[in-house]
């Protein structure tokens, strides 16, 4: 199983601030990663995929990058519909896991 | 517009088998993925399985073949069956449709709570 880790675990940002969300793979995942953000009490929604395509609707402010084993998930300038928890996951090989998700909080 | 639905027991005792339905509203489950995700309360994200509805079917190997993935399309329904649960089994369960591995719809989950 691919182990996906995110760091950090949860921060502390102001609207306004360019913020940059790091998952790092246990083996390579190629370009097979996917964001997702989840706000409270909702399912997921799908930000992100092939590392960094936008989903349909997602804005601009989001981008992806990376390769193999380490990714960045940034946001140029935050608005407050952005503090919400972000997943990555993986779709290289089964079972597909996720990270354990990274918290932005209004500082 | 395609909806998910999930329904379940709700409450349950350790050792007894749950079973959970997705009910696919707006479009055909056939020729798509579709996947159970669960969620402990306060945690992060677990895949339990998946089905393509031409059969393929397949579960997480963490949950040691406990979980079956099933659908009935003249239904449009997707079914999730995990035995012996345990507390570790209390999660909001999800439903879910994806395609090339990320997932683009959701269902609005339902919280399954395991306790004696």
């Known amino acids: 199983e691919i182990v996906m880790t995110q760091s950090p675990a949860t921060l502390s940002v102001s609207p306004g601030d360019r913020v940059t969300l790091s998952c790092r793979a246990s083996q390579s995942v190629s370009s097979d990663l996917a964001w997702y953000q989840q706000k409270g009490g909702q399912a997921p929604s799908l930000l992100m995929y092939d590392v960094s395509t936008r989903a349909a609707g997602v804005p601009a402010r989001f981008s992806g990058g990376g390769s193999g084993t380490d990714f960045t998930l940034t946001i140029s300038s935050l608005q407050s519909e952005d503090f919400a928890v972000y997943y990555c996951?993986?779709?290289?090989?089964?079972?597909?896991?996720f990270g354990q998700g990274t918290k932005l909080e209004i500082k | 517009q395609v909806q998910l639905q999930e329904s379940g027991p709700g409450l349950m005792k350790p050792s007894e088998t749950l079973s959970l339905n997705c009910t696919v509203s707006g479009a055909p489950i056939n020729n798509f993925y579709w996947s159970w995700i669960r969620q402990p309360p306060g945690k992060g994200l677990e895949w339990v399985g998946y089905?393509?509805?031409?059969?393929?079917?397949n579960s997480n190997p963490s949950l040691k073949g406990r979980a079956t993935i099933s659908a009935d399309a003249s239904k449009r329904q997707i079914y999730l069956r995990l035995t012996s649960v345990t507390a570790a089994d209390t999660a909001v369960y999800y439903c879910?449709?994806?395609?090339?591995?990320?997932?683009?719809?959701w269902g609005r989950g339902t919280l399954v709570s395991v306790s004696s």
């Open positions: 996951q993986h779709y290289k090989t089964w079972p597909y896991t």
């Open positions: 879910a449709r994806f395609w090339s591995g990320r997932i683009s719809l």
């Open positions: 089905i393509y509805t031409g059969g393929r079917a």
